[in-house]
């Protein structure tokens, strides 16, 4: 899959996920007056958040696939983790916030204005939507890890694709949600009290939270600079090495420009014997090599070093994630 098919899956990933949010927030939203559910105005916050989410990862995928230039050389993939990071920080303020402060105010009032049928109805058309949205997410995650040759769990937690991480986790924390929702209603009802609706309230705002809290990690690590999984970096590390006239690999440095480009800088020790069109030639066919095996990789920097001399047993430095 090349790199402008993945950023395009990744687009209608979020457009699908951001179509969904917005009619299921607008739903929820009137069942929430109707009812005078705590649960379900927090629902209609967490869709809400969701909707502002994905239209800030559509920025981020965007943004982020404009071209190299002079004043930013490497390109733009990096703006992409802050508009991700935005839509993170507004999912913990907006939707997290609202949902537990509400709860909150339900369970010391104890006020509820009436019809529970319309929670219902809105939960379950919103499940069967959600459903839809989360379905995509899971086929694009699955696709992924295959193409990485990696499990599905492996790749939501290192993917440099902070966009379809995103959508797969709130879809699962909107579906989650709407479980604690449909609890919450029905043990009020059930009860007469409404501390159970309120209680659904404050515990979605946690889900809220940490789904946040994840995200907004994932993008801060990515901002300041990570390296590519140690399994990439093992493979890389090996394709240099397997070059003629190389010696070892003193330093490999790797770190994600965005969420399909990486750079690869080495330190390389070349036979003593080695000319300079020999180091040439090996550092063309090291660009070569490693760009045809990972598309992704978009930058090569080697850096002839010499080693200690002829019995220089120096072990390779080659930092870790």
């Keep these: 899959m090349t790199q402008p098919e993945v950023r395009s899956e990744s687009v209608g990933t ?96 104890h006020e509820h204005s009436g019809d529970f049928l319309a929670s219902y109805v809105v939960l379950a058309v919103s499940f069967a939507i959600e459903s839809v949205s989360l379905a995509r997410a899971v086929r694009q995650v699955r696709t992924e890890s295959r193409r990485w040759r990696t499990t599905p769990r492996r790749f939501l937690r290192l993917t440099s694709d902070t966009a379809v991480k995103a959508v797969f986790l709130e879809d699962s924390a909107a579906l989650i949600g709407l479980v604690l929702a449909a609890a919450g209603v029905a043990l009020s009802q059930l009860t007469g009290d409404e501390l159970w609706d309120g209680i659904a309230s404050v515990l979605i705002g946690v889900l809220l939270l940490v789904v946040a809290t994840v995200l907004a990690h ?24 397997g070059l003629p006239a190389v010696r070892r690999i003193d330093t490999l ?18 036979d003593d014997e080695a000319s300079g069109a020999t180091i040439e030639a090996a550092a063309d066919q090291a660009e070569r090599r490693l760009i045809a095996r990972h598309p992704h990789i978009r930058y090569v920097f080697l850096d002839p070093t010499r080693s200690g001399g002829p019995g220089d047993d120096r072990e390779p430095e080659v930092p870790g994630n």
């Excluded at 927090?42 to 994905?54: F, G, L």
């Excluded at 703006?79 to 907006?94: D, K, P, Q």
């Excluded at 770190?255 to 990486?262: E, Y």
């Design 14 to 109: 979020v457009v699908v996920a951001g179509a969904a949010n917005l009619a299921i927030a607008v739903a929820k939203l009137i069942a929430g007056v109707i009812s005078g559910s705590a649960a379900m105005l927090s629902e209609a916050a967490h869709s809400v958040a969701d909707t502002t989410t994905e239209v800030l990862l559509y920025l981020a995928l965007r943004r982020g696939a404009r071209p190299a230039d002079a004043r930013h050389p490497f390109g733009y993939g990096k703006e992409s983790y802050v508009w991700a990071f935005l839509a993170a920080l507004f999912t913990f303020v907006a939707g997290a916030g609202f949902a537990i402060t509400h709860g909150v105010t339900t369970i010391l009032v």
């Design 218 to 241: 994932s993008n801060i690590s990515l901002l300041v600079g990570r390296a590519v999984p140690e399994r990439l970096r093992g493979e890389i590390a090996d394709e240099l090495a």
């Design 253 to 270: 440095l790797t770190m994600q420009l965005g969420p399909s480009d990486v750079l690869v800088a080495a330190k390389v020790d070349f």
